[in-house]
């Protein structure tokens, strides 16, 4: 198939030029670059090494490429899925053969969980090399295969212009992902006439954007008839551009909405009908009301087990539309009655109409009898929090405050754990694309620096990493990277000196065992290591905050520092728990609004 060079409907991404037409002669290397240039790259993040290192001598040539020099491969594929996520463009990373090109393998798995666009180039050894272990040789085709959207291995330097702009357009189209491209070192070294392609052909791959009319319509039949609805809201409307349509939707259905870890801020948190989260650590009143639905509108979302529980008992008695880019993912977990296969832009464009259509005929239904349900849970299971026994600060306080005293369009990045939850719950989410989490994958040290990635694609915006003193010591080493660059993050340090999720199941389900779960980077005397004298070394303004009445001045004193990164350690309780909660393989019916806390569902249907 053969498809002019443009961005996806929805979705905004490189912008590419006019194709060339010229055929100058140059290396493989500089074609490369060249490439890079003409796909619209503005920001690459990498490392250069042996077999990726002939590409770096032109790079430094070029007046259209900012290149990032990262302290590890990882962070580069973290710190281009932060800079996908916040400005909807393809991330860029670059990297060398062997360790450099497996040390990208959890960013590749990570932006392929969540659906994120992104273009992992790596360095090869030489072609007639290739097959014989030689120095820093690895099949990263082969490594990365079941991890990236597609992957290509260039052994001739004619090849490369074509390549990239492939790889781009698959990055971006259709449901997105990361795209690995393995250049042969012998291929970058020698010379080839650079061709920019007209068109992109990619037989076999058409992604379906437009959804068939009859499903659309059978989906507002049963949108206008339902006494229960619910829209179960998941990353895919973020990743279509789609909130907005979105909005509407919710406002002309008066239908319940959730939305998960991965749409955070693809409805405002202030809308009424924004029931939070769902799932494993969402509230009480979202997951009943998926419990309870008559009918679950599924909108980019993919039935994870971390919504649903106990699959076979999750909204027993809901009819099932699900509409999503990808048709794999349709019917992949839970059984569906409308199946919706398109871009949810055009999903729900065509939506809307319909069910306007179906509201004139028959009139919208009576949803009081729901609401007033809705709002019971509501009222009676709020999100909240006890004092800590400890007298150390509670957790929840904190980021509900970094929450309430950012700017309104901030973005908020977190790593992996108890931390994470709690930011998911405790900030309100106006806005989409101001909430960047690993999601799928759930990788510890995510958030420095894909918070530095995200920085560095919106400039202009306040840029939080909130991460756990587990999560920050895998990645912290960043920090120069954002002092040596100017890249000014903020990070809040959220240290209990624990592994704080693995501890909270300890306590639950391990009787209070805590295998190597303390980290001793915070509580009483010794501070291993000290963040306060981490950041200093870095050259990063350091900060502390202890007691509640620390709390608000401490961030307000972060606010103020523009000219540099800035650390916050927040020593808070240990023993602060994320509920609600429901515990893995259980049924959600079985959630725990607190311990020892088990809400009911008084009124059945």
Known sequence: MSQKMTNPPGRPGPTTKTASTSSEVMTGAQSLVRSLEEVGVDTVFGIPGGAILPAYDPLMDSGKLRHILVRHEQAGGHAASGYAHATGRVGVTIATSGPGATNLVTPLADANMDSIPMVAITGQVGAS???????????????????????????????????????????????????????????????????????????????????????????????????RPVLYVGGGIIRSGASDALRRLVDESGAAVVTTLMARGAVPDSHPQNLGMPGMHGTVAA???????????????????????????????AAIVHADIDPAEIGKNRVVDVPIVGDLQEVITDLLPELAQEHEKNGKPDLGAWW????????????????????????????????????????????????QMWASQFIRYEHPNTWINSGGLGTMGYSVPAAMGAKVGQPDREVWAIDGDGCFQMTNQELATCVINEIPIKVAVI?????????????????????NTDLHTGHGTRRVPDFVKLAAAYGCAGLRAESEAEVDATIKRAKEIDDQPVIIDFTVSRDAMVWPMVAAGVSNDDIQYARGISPAWERED
């Not at 004619?158 to 390549?163: A, L, M, S, T």
């Not at 781009?168 to 650079?194: C, E, I, M, N, W």
């Not at 007033?372 to 009222?379: A, F, G, L, T």
């Not at 005293?405 to 931390?419: E, R």
């Open 129 to 227: 090399l290739i097959g014989t272990d030689a120095f820093q040789e690895a099949d990263i085709v082969g490594i990365t295969l079941p991890v990236t959207k597609h992957n290509f291995l260039v052994t001739d330097p004619d090849e490369i212009p074509r390549v990239i702009a492939e790889a781009f357009h698959l990055a971006a189209s259709g449901r997105p992902g990361p795209v690995l491209v393995d250049v042969a070192k012998s291929a970058l070294q020698t010379d080839t006439k650079f061709q920019w392609p007209q068109e992109v052909q990619l037989p076999g791959y058409r992604p379906v954007t437009k959804p068939h009319g009859k499903q659309v319509r059978e989906a507002a039949k049963l949108l206008a008839t339902a006494k």
């Open 287 to 317: 997951v009943a009301a998926l419990q309870k639905a008559d009918l679950v509108v599924a909108l980019g979302a993919r039935f994870d087990d971390r919504v649903t529980g106990k699959l076979s008992s999750f909204a027993p008695k």
């Open 372 to 419: 007033r349900q809705i709002d019971d849970w509501r009222e009676t299971y709020p999100l909240g929090y006890t004092p800590t026994a400890d007298g150390l600060l509670a957790p929840q306080h904190v980021i509900e405050r970094l929450g309430a005293l950012s700017d309104p369009d901030a973005i908020f990045v977190a790593g992996v754990g108890q931390h």
């Open 495 to 515: 240290n209990n000196s624990s592994l704080g999720m693995v501890r909270q199941w300890q306590t639950l389900f391990y009787d209070n065992r805590y295998s």
